[in-house]
């Protein structure tokens, strides 16, 4: 019954691109190419910045690296205290480690780390930046 002003969007837009960030993640660590490369577009219809979508990937990858390299029969409330970071968001990662060899998992980053690079030297094609960025992580 009231009216709806700014914030009241901002907030809902704010969740949409949290949401579609975890949906990115969860895209990329199953492979799936459209998908993912549909949510980074929709991220940048949200004037999402490119370096916080690498950023995301980038810490993605990182939880999966830290995850694999944890002992065996870590629990993941332990993992979750020892990285600060929830269980929840844990498991997600998680499920997608058989995928990922550490080899793969350190190729992931260092692409993330060569397309940080090239949008903070002025690349001037970002969409295609990081299209062929999300099919090349895709198929790693």
């Given at each position: 019954?009231?009216?709806?002003?700014?914030?009241?969007?901002?907030?809902?837009?704010?969740?949409?691109?949290?949401?579609?960030?975890?949906?990115?993640?969860?895209?990329?660590?199953?492979?799936q190419t459209s998908e993912a490369l549909?949510?980074?577009?929709?991220?940048?219809?949200?004037?999402?910045?490119?370096?916080?979508?690498?950023?995301?990937?980038?810490?993605?990858?990182?939880?999966?690296?830290?995850?694999?390299?944890?002992?065996?029969?870590?629990?993941?409330?332990?993992?979750?205290?020892?990285?600060?970071?929830?269980?929840?968001?844990?498991?997600?990662?998680?499920?997608?480690?058989?995928?990922?060899?550490?080899?793969?998992?350190?190729?992931?980053?260092?692409?993330?780390?060569?397309?940080?690079?090239?949008?903070?030297?002025?690349?001037?094609?970002i969409r295609p930046l990081l299209s062929?960025?999300?099919?090349?992580?895709?198929?790693?």
């Open positions: 019954g009231s009216r709806i002003n700014r914030n009241d969007v901002e907030k809902i837009v704010g969740f949409g691109k949290l949401e579609s960030i975890f949906k990115l993640q969860d895209f990329v660590g199953r492979g549909a949510t980074v577009e929709q991220l940048l219809l949200w004037n999402e910045k490119p370096i916080r979508i690498l950023a995301s990937l980038g810490s993605f990858y990182l939880t999966m690296l830290r995850l694999k390299r944890q002992p065996q029969g870590t629990s993941l409330d332990r993992s979750a205290a020892q990285f600060g970071l929830s269980p929840f968001y844990l498991k997600k990662c998680g499920t997608h480690l058989r995928r990922f060899s550490e080899s793969k998992i350190l190729m992931a980053l260092d692409l993330t780390s060569q397309k940080e690079m090239e949008i903070k030297k002025g690349a001037s094609s062929t960025y999300i099919s090349q992580l895709c198929s790693v």
